[in-house]
């Protein structure tokens, strides 16, 4: 497995989108619809999947959130240190104050976001659409 970017994972209401991405960007955290994320190859599918995984693991909890835009949040440039390349250089963990600011950013869209308290792991490889994050 190649380099990974830390994301967290949510289901957010289409509607909502626009307002939690500019949201987001006001703590340098960027918001990616798996659909359009420049990392996936086949955008539709892997939305259909990730969206249909997150919504049968809630049991009928999250039912209301069936044909929402499944989106990737990932951390900037203030989270990280940069090489000279503009290769991400992670010093340690990332800081707590990043985990807190990402869930009080989506704790504020509500009922218009579902989300597990978790970060995972998206591929940073470039494309030739994205110079990609290169995590060393």
Do not use: K
Not at 35 to 57: H, I, K, N, S, Y
């Amino acid at each position: 497995m190649g380099p990974r970017h830390l994301v967290a994972t949510a289901l957010v209401e289409p509607g909502t989108v626009g307002d939690l991405e500019l949201r987001l960007m006001t703590d340098d955290l960027w918001l990616w619809p798996v659909r359009t994320a420049p990392v996936v190859v086949d955008g539709p599918r892997t939305e259909f999947q990730l969206r249909r995984r997150m919504v049968e693991q809630r049991h009928g909890g999250w039912d209301d959130a069936a044909t929402w835009t499944p989106a990737w949040i990932g951390f900037g440039a203030a989270w990280h240190e940069f090489g000279p390349d503009g290769d991400v250089r992670p010093s340690g963990p990332l800081p707590w104050a990043a985990h807190q600011r990402l869930w009080d950013a989506l704790a504020e869209f509500g009922p218009f976001v579902r989300y597990r308290r978790r970060l995972s792991g998206i591929p940073t490889t470039p494309t030739p659409g994205w110079t990609g994050l290169h995590l060393l």
